[in-house]
């Protein structure tokens, strides 16, 4: 990974190979590939020059891929909680026994047809079912399961959109939407049944109107509006972020929620792609394109979430200390008390700061992506793409940036 | 002498709409419920500033072919002949004004038409039955035409730079030919008859517009563009109606080039006629001719699935399949057909099949009576896989998608252009099969590959035919100056548009040498 880290070329080339690993057929497959993108690196550090001269020989080929293929194992069993929720309970009991809740968060294709989409709609209420059979048996923990405002399920399930429906188009999203709404609304009755939280994740710009459209509208369900814990996200990075959390917030204030809507406010994770498809199209980019003032926003839009509050339970979600130890000031200074305001960090990258806001009395909730490689691979490159970033937090502070430096005043 | 300056400097491509937006949407709808207001539009035929009747001609729309969008005159063969005889005296003038000037009226015309694009967009969504993202692209791209055949009419006006020695000077450019033949299809019913005007137009010559029975009203909205942005009337004419007028000017001994896109039949027939070079023509005709294509897909055992199958429903049944860039066929690696398959399968079950006008529309109605009939005849040749589920509208040319799969190798669907929303997927032993299979085609228009092995992709690359290659995406929506667009082998003639070299065949090259030696003193 660091060595990753160092070079930008030899990073897009592993990410590559990463990314195709699931397609290939062979040990032998898996080391051409591996092969055929390293070429493409002109400063090849001499471990992969060794990989190189491996993959002339079908033995050395069949070697080189099994390491491989160890190696992107390996790196994933770090970010994948496990194969399915049944297989991760193990890991999420652990966690919760060492102060961490947990939001799963079920890993798969893209969604193109109606099959898909009810496959991963089943596969959510298996999630729902098996972690909330699981969860009576855990032992207390008082600072995960209450905040001033009440009791807190044990469950906590993120879902996406994009994967209830194959209709989702950015110049139609009522359509995406209404068909999305009709497998999201089970899920959610189902989760008030459970007593579990069910959080909707935000994905790129395209889908935002048709998630934020759909959140309003079903929460606001008779039905939905008592008993049912739900969520929605913000992303800080987005221009419109400020706006759009202005519009959550009018509407928690507006509605009759028993349970109070919880938002995570994240920095978003679909930068490259944004910024890019804008470009191509001639479009001003929906997000900062200087990490500065995504962070300066972010900043922002915690000091305004936390004001919101108790319409809104408010989730921090940042591996930046600087991000994290504003929120806490901030809340602190608005009179808050700590257990109103909760911390979320990714599984595999923000589980150092996770046990440290663990110790310091914070709930702490970790993100746990549940599925096979296979499944898991394009969202384990798009962590790896956070991560190695540039200008991560995580990335500098790998690099020994000194920590003042990495929390200045953005 | 410079050399010539890079074409591309200082252009850009005009945005497309943000439709993700809500206010981008409406204001679309608004301009439609405008035009509606106006409906039938009148275009008549104009020859030199002469306005004809506008009668004989109607263009409806297929999605409700009992309303008129615009009443259009038909021009006959006479008017052909009058439209020539203006372009000579037009030519005269237009060609002797300098590069740069004429390149300002052409930018003029942009700028009317980016004024005008959210109408012009509800044009096409009412007379072409184009969904509204590529009507909205399809104005873009005749902005974006005019724009950069401006801009390299100016940076070809310099010539080329020539091998100098003591004592000679040796010049080469460029001058225009005389009078163009226009002749242009509807699918692209503003961009294609707009890239073809612009380039005879920007490089000096004049022009005569036939534009498709089906599309008058985009043309004369083009027309009307330049004239006010201050193309001299007898430099460009307007002739709508049926064939017998583009016949004409093929024919016609005083035209000098053939601008025409369109189908294969007709292409060869405007080849051979306008080989015909009778003694009192003064010069041979030059063609250019984009036709037909067969257009493959290639997905290699290591694509990604998740992107192909969105990528190539779009390039299949976006605009119903009538793109000349349209995927007719899939070719998969059979590691990866059963999977392809069912994902295509269920993805062509859920396209929304409707009208032009609704923001949720993937598939629209085909273009006419005749469309319909042609697609369901092949249709009718090859069991469907899937089709839309969806109930087709009652009114309106409706094809419904399908997706045809393991047919015969003598199958017509997998040779044949069917210019509609019919997709057939065959499975190959490996990449190199597929690429024997589509270099067995006589078409070389657009072909695609999805493959995640940089070998794979340099090979297949080296060995197809294809005028646009396109790797890991949609195989549509050439953008002017990024992808320069046409096919070669039966696919066309002629070079790209929007391309660095489309202008060449709207002038010839002139080189002069001087002799700057005066009795052993040289002159520089």
Redesign the interface.
Known sequence: MELASQDAELRAALFRFVDVTPACRSLDDLARHLTGYLEEVDDRPPPIQAAMRMSGTKPGRAALGAAAAAGVRHMAHRFIVGESPKAALKAIRHLWDNGAAVSLDLLGEATVTEPEADRYAARCLDALETLAGAAPSWPERPVLEADSLGPLPRVNLSVKVSALTPLLRPEAPEVGREDATRRMRPLLVRAKELGAHLHIDMESVDTAEATLGLVFELLDEPELRTGLSAGVVIQAYLRESPQQLEQVLDWAAGTEREQPLVVRLVKGAYWDHEVVDARQHGWTPPVFEAKRDSDRNFEALTGRLIEGWPHVRPAIASHNLRSVAHAVAAARELGREDRDVEFQVLRGLGDDLAAALADLGHRVRIYCPVGDLVAGMAYLVRRLLENTANESFLGEQQRGTPIEELLAAP | MSTVAEPSAGF?????L???R?PA?ESLLEALRELDARLPLSVPVLVGGERGPAEGLDSTDPGAPGRVVASAGRAVEADAAAAVEAAERGFRDWSARPAAERAEVLRGAAAILRERRLELAALQVRECAKP??EADGDVCEAIDFLEYYARDAVALDEGRALVQVPGERNTMRYAPRGVAAVIAPWNFPLAIPCGMTAAALAAGNAAVLKPAEQSPGSAGALVDALHAAGVPREALSLLPGYGEAGAALVRDPRVHVIAFTGSSAVGLEILRASAETPEAQGHVKRVVSEMGGKNCVIVD??????DV??EV?HSAFGYAGQKCSAAARVLVHE?AADTLL??L???V??L?VGQAE???T?VPPVIEREAQERVRRYAAMAPALASSEQPLPEEGWFCAPTLVADLPDDSPVLSEEIFGPLLAVTRVRDVDEACDVIDALPFALTGGLFS????TIERVAARLPVGNLYVNRGITGAMVGRQPFGGNRRSGIGSKAGGPDYLLQFVEPRVVTENTMRHGIPVE
């Open positions: 850009r491509n005009e945005p497309i943000e439709l993700r809500a949407r509204w993202p055992s290591d694509a990604d699935l998740d199958v969105p429903v590691a069912e994902r399968a269920g993805a079950r859920v929304d609704r923001f949720a993937e995640r092995t940089p070998a």
